[in-house]
């Protein structure tokens, strides 16, 4: 009987532990080949399938087809420069350099990977489009309310900010990257 | 007390375990993977658009500068031809596996004669005949799996582009077929400048093609 209980133990710590890390893998994945600059986070596209299981189980979970390492690098920021979430009720400024890439974008997607519904249909800028200061810096408003200038409308809930550098040559590694790409602050919450 | 300490250290390395086999199974048993959810959408080995403006998305966190045509692959005995004219806009290529890991990507600067030509072929096909590849413009993309997924993406920023891009995905085809194979080099391949027509960014997964040779320069 004894024996039995102790069995019965060592498999319910064993799932526990193993399943609990699994299900925190999905949600939240460690991202050990991640390259983190500020607040933005890229997984180079660089690895062969079935060489990072954290990052193949986060994609075929998220039902998202990212981008490949012949596309370009995808930078995700989902914080500010000072670690908070970025909230759609609120205003920020992503302003500095960009990376050079044959085509670049800025986008807002909600947390699920929607976008805000709007009535200017705005929901990114690519390079070509956006207005830049001499120096070739964006500066770039996220708000709910309309704003002049380069404004991309959000709405009331959590949101995440992409910057897409499709066919471009820059490393990834994130000592070269440091002070390369815009940083974001929080101008205003209600 | 000894004993049960023992119990959970083997419990937690057992666990371990567990989840190192359970993320690597993880991809397979995903209930609706990427693959079968685009199945509603349209049918199998043909492009159809993504709209990535949907307040539900058949794919999340598409980029809202382009437009998007998705064609679900099924590999039988034979490679399978991906034809896509290319214009002005940014094109790319992308392949990916039915749980939505990518192989392979090109984009339009590895376009041929105004196309994307790309010889899609399974795990478990023989190889191709010798001089088969030089026979052809198309770039041979080795897929994985049977199975996958192939995302044509073209910039759209402006709407007066929408246009182009509709001809473009009209006349874009995820099993076209045969390309006609090119002209035969008029010069010896041992002396022939090999261009290679890949680009410096595509991964793993493909072969390189050479080009066919240009003409002996007239003297």
Redesign the interface.
């Known amino acids: 009987m004894r024996l039995i209980a102790q069995a019965l133990a060592l498999f319910a710590i064993a799932a526990a532990v193993g399943l609990g890390l699994t299900e925190l893998a999905v949600r939240d994945p460690p991202g050990f080949a991640d390259v983190a600059v500020g607040p933005w986070v890229s997984h180079p596209p660089n690895e062969a399938v079935g060489s990072d299981p954290y990052f193949d189980a986060a994609v075929a979970t998220s039902g998202a087809l990212p981008l490949a390492r012949g596309d370009g690098l995808a930078f995700t920021a989902a914080t500010d420069d000072e670690g908070r979430s970025l909230d759609g009720r609120c205003v920020y400024r992503i302003a500095g350099p960009v990376p050079s890439a044959r085509v670049w974008t800025l986008a807002v997607h909600t947390d699920d990977g929607a976008l805000f519904a709007n009535a200017a249909r705005r929901f990114a800028f690519a390079g070509s489009e956006v207005m830049r200061d001499s120096t070739g810096a964006i500066d770039v408003v996220t708000s709910p309310h309309a704003r002049p200038g380069n404004w991309l409308p959000t709405g009331p809930a959590p949101f995440v900010v992409k910057l897409r550098l499709y066919d471009t040559t820059i490393s990834d590694s994130a000592a070269q990257l440091d002070g390369t790409l815009p940083a974001i602050a929080r101008v205003s919450c209600p | 007390m000894k004993?049960?300490l023992l119990?959970?250290a083997?419990?937690?390395v057992?666990?371990?375990?567990?989840?190192?086999?359970?993320?690597?199974a993880?991809?397979a048993l995903?209930p609706?993977?990427?693959y079968s959810?685009l199945a509603g959408h349209g049918p199998l080995n043909t492009f159809f658009l993504v709209d990535?403006?949907?307040?539900?998305?058949a794919?999340?966190?598409?980029?809202?500068?382009?437009r998007y045509a998705v064609c679900r692959f099924r590999l039988g005995g034979q490679p399978q031809y991906v034809h896509v004219p290319v214009e002005g806009s940014?094109t790319?290529l992308?392949?990916?596996?039915p749980?939505?890991?990518?192989?392979?990507?090109?984009?339009h600067?590895s376009a041929v004669d105004g196309a994307l030509d790309v010889v899609l072929r399974g795990p478990h096909l023989p190889p191709a005949a010798p001089g088969a590849a030089e026979q052809s413009t198309a770039l041979v993309v080795e897929s994985?799996r049977s199975t996958g997924?192939v995302?044509l993406r073209v910039?759209a920023?402006?709407p007066y582009e929408a246009d182009a891009v509709a001809g473009q995905f009209a006349g874009a085809s995820c099993d076209a077929p045969a390309p006609p194979p090119a002209p035969a080099p008029a010069a010896p391949q041992d002396d022939a400048l090999q261009i290679l027509r890949m680009?410096p960014?595509?991964?793993?997964g493909a072969k390189i093609v050479p080009m066919p040779a240009p003409p002996p320069e007239q003297r």
């Open positions: 004993r049960w119990i959970v083997a419990g937690v057992l666990g371990l375990i567990t989840h190192l086999a359970a993320l690597i993880l991809p995903v609706v993977p990427v959810r990535v403006r949907a307040q539900h998305p794919v999340p966190f598409l980029d809202p500068k382009f940014y790319a992308s392949f990916y596996t749980e939505g890991q990518p192989f392979f990507a090109l984009n600067r994985p997924i995302l910039l920023s402006e680009s960014s595509n991964g793993r």
